[in-house]
């Protein structure tokens, strides 16, 4: 069966790509990181030094919604607020502890599982819609909280919030600009390993069988209520490393960062980046920082870019579940492949 | 009564525009099986026109009329041309769907009135009589009174008139409905045209009530579905029931200092603690049904 024939009896939303490895996907997964890593921040002023930095952090927290959405197709709207607990922690551990800002990351993103975790569990039962209000529910929630409570920065007490601010420094191996978006992009490779090292094992398998179908996977013998949860689990964890990582380059942060739009948003780009494949997920990272910024460059009002994504949603929506990157990959492989017909 | 009443009756008044969003909602919800999450937007763009009306000094009904025809416009423009193109498709992707007319609604909005405090004011603001020693504007006594209206009004439209028993027709089987010869697009027509008059009325005294201010306006969706939720998207009786007691809890808070700057949360909490008892006898579904 082709590729696009399952994608039509799954009611549109694309499965699984095949899990064979094709030559040069790896090669442009390589070349990708190497200019990422290497070349890039070598040519890029302060500004947009910045801005693609987060769209880097922001990629590693589409990670976790992209691999709800396509292996599990679930649609969590509170990405951006897990992201906020990430940076939360990350902050309250290096104010009380002083400890390297790795460990505190860790330890943010750890939280943010956790949070992730709790926020899921109704999906063991819910799915769908109610699981998307649920977490959509949680994103409002957050942005009220933490708006009351603020980020920890030097204050006293257990929110240890303060007038004046102590940032927290960067990262040893980010002290410049150029230096910390090389450090981002090298912790984005790591969380995209940590999501493929479980879609090929046994998570990922499992969540093809629930994919599929709940009974079948437990005809199987496989713990659907601990797969769905590991699922969530392992989004928040990314969303953490992200809020932990978007911490650390600004060294505070600011409850505006965390509305609940801004996870509707972020979800929105993660379909219209493509969930399926992992192009889409550094696509929808620069749609989201990258994309107004450059708008507002060539002089288009950044509000704008909300009608180019809420277009880009519907017809991805419509009529190409696979995002951007879906379709860029359709073009590569029609130029490589002329034989196949799609 | 003192600051009970007035926060009491502030919170009646954003509580009747939380159930009055929620209705619109469930109403379309039930005959369409579409979420609407540009519900928000759709009144945000009807108040933003009423607001540049008023400051253009045109008469005040043109600003209503154009408000509401403009959010009811929207409604069914999308009814009408994206939302056939996913009539298949499961319920959570027809809700993600809408959120991407959200967003270009919000985003023409925001291109055309950036971020800036505004009032929008209707005549209804200088009107107002006393009950029980409190002043009522007008305003919230209308925002009230039409809640309480619209709900009976489209109870009984479903009960008594034949379009209503195709609603309800379309609720409960969509697919054996559309074999017994139902038009299907016909009858979502009206729901979506219920639900734009309503987004662009509350959307009108939202605007009034808390301010006009697009990203705000489109946001009220989720308390929206927070009153919705309470009526688990069917029941209209209980989304208005929701709507309210969301809007006094909402308020009352106020008068509890610790959790004071926390009291905008409620609607969320209640929200998600329901659907929370909704699924407690739920068991991992075999059958699809969300």
Redesign the interface.
């Known amino acids: 069966m082709t590729d696009d024939a399952l994608r039509d009896k799954n009611g549109g939303m694309a499965v699984a790509p095949s899990f064979r490895l094709q030559r040069w996907r790896v090669l442009v997964a390589v070349v990708a990181v190497a200019l990422a890593i290497v070349i890039v921040p070598l040519f890029l002023n302060a500004l947009w030094l910045r801005i693609l930095i987060s769209s880097v952090i922001f990629t590693i927290a589409a990670t976790g919604t992209a691999v709800l959405y396509a292996r599990l197709g679930l649609v969590s709207l509170a990405q951006v607020a897990l992201v906020g607990v990430g940076g939360w922690v990350t902050l309250r551990m290096w104010h009380a502890t002083g400890l390297p800002f790795e460990i505190n990351a860790l330890v943010g993103a750890f939280a943010a599982g956790v949070v992730g975790t709790l926020i899921g569990l109704p999906a063991l039962r819910m799915r769908g819609l109610y699981l998307a209000l649920i977490t959509l529910m949680a994103a409002a929630g957050f942005q009220i909280l933490v708006t009351g409570t603020q980020f920890p920065n030097g204050g006293t007490g257990v929110l240890g919030a303060a007038v004046n601010s102590v940032f927290m420094p960067r990262p040893f191996l980010g002290r410049s600009d150029t230096a910390m978006l090389r450090y981002v992009c090298v912790i984005a490779v790591l969380a995209y390993a940590l999501i493929e090292a479980n879609r090929r094992g046994h998570s990922g398998r499992a969540w093809a069988l629930i994919r599929k179908s709940e009974a079948c996977a437990m005809a199987a013998g496989v713990n659907v209520a601990f797969y769905k949860a590991w699922g969530f689990a392992l989004s928040g964890f990314v969303a953490g490393l992200a809020g932990g990582l978007l911490a650390g380059t600004i060294g505070v942060l600011d409850a505006t960062t965390f509305p609940a739009s801004e996870s509707v948003l972020l979800f929105a780009l993660t379909v219209v980046g493509g969930a399926y494949n992992w192009i889409g997920q550094i696509m929808t990272g620069l749609l989201f920082r990258a994309a107004p910024a450059f708008l507002n460059d060539i002089g288009v009002d950044g509000n704008l870019a909300y009608v180019i994504f809420g277009a880009g949603l519907l017809h991805a929506i419509i009529t190409a579940p696979n995002g951007i990157a879906g379709q860029m990959l359709d073009l590569v492989a029609r130029w490589t492949s002329p034989s196949v017909k799609r | 009564m003192g600051a009970y009443g007035i926060f009491l009756v502030a919170g009646l008044a954003v509580g009747a525009i939380y159930a009055l969003s929620g209705i619109g909602l469930v109403v379309l919800y039930r005959s369409t099986g579409i ?1 609407n999450l540009a519900y928000g937007a759709l009144g945000a763009m009807g108040a933003m026109v009423a607001w540049q009306l008023e400051q253009w000094n045109y008469p005040e009904p043109a600003a209503w009329a154009a408000a509401i025809l403009l959010a009811t416009a929207l409604s069914l423009a999308y009814g009408l041309l ?1 939302a056939p ?2 009539a ?6 027809k ?3 809408t ?10 909005a ?2 055309f009135w ?1 971020e800036a405090p505004r009032r929008l004011s209707l005549f209804t603001d200088q009107m107002g009589f006393s009950l029980l020693g409190l002043r009522i504007t007008g305003t919230r006594a209308l925002a009230f009174l039409a809640t309480l209206a619209a709900t009976f009004g489209i109870a009984v439209f479903l009960k008594w008139t034949r379009v209503g028993l195709l609603m309800r027709a379309l609720a409960d089987r969509r697919d054996l409905s559309s074999m017994l010869g139902v038009s299907v697009l016909r009858v979502e027509t009206f729901a979506w045209l219920f639900s734009g008059i309503l987004a662009g009325f509350s959307g009108l005294m939202f605007g009034d009530l808390v301010r006009p201010n697009p ?1 705000a306006l ?2 009220l969706v ?1 308390p929206a ?2 009153a919705a ?1 309470v009526g688990r998207l069917q029941s209209l009786p209980m989304t208005l029931a929701g709507g309210l007691l969301l809007g006094v809890i909402e308020s009352m808070t106020t008068l509890i200092k610790p959790i004071a ?2 009291r ?2 409620a609607p ?2 209640v ?2 603690l329901i ?2 008892w909704l ?1 407690r006898k ?5 059958v699809g049904n ?1």
């Not at chain 2, 298949?88 to 992707?93: F, I, S």
């Open positions: 979420l994206a193109l996913l298949y498709r499961e319920p959570v992707v809700a993600v769907a959120l991407g007319y959200a967003l270009i609604i919000l985003g023409i925001n291109y950036v990203a489109t946001f989720i579905i927070a939720i700057p926390y905008t949360a969320f909490i929200a998600a659907l929370l699924q739920r068991r991992l579904t075999f969300d």
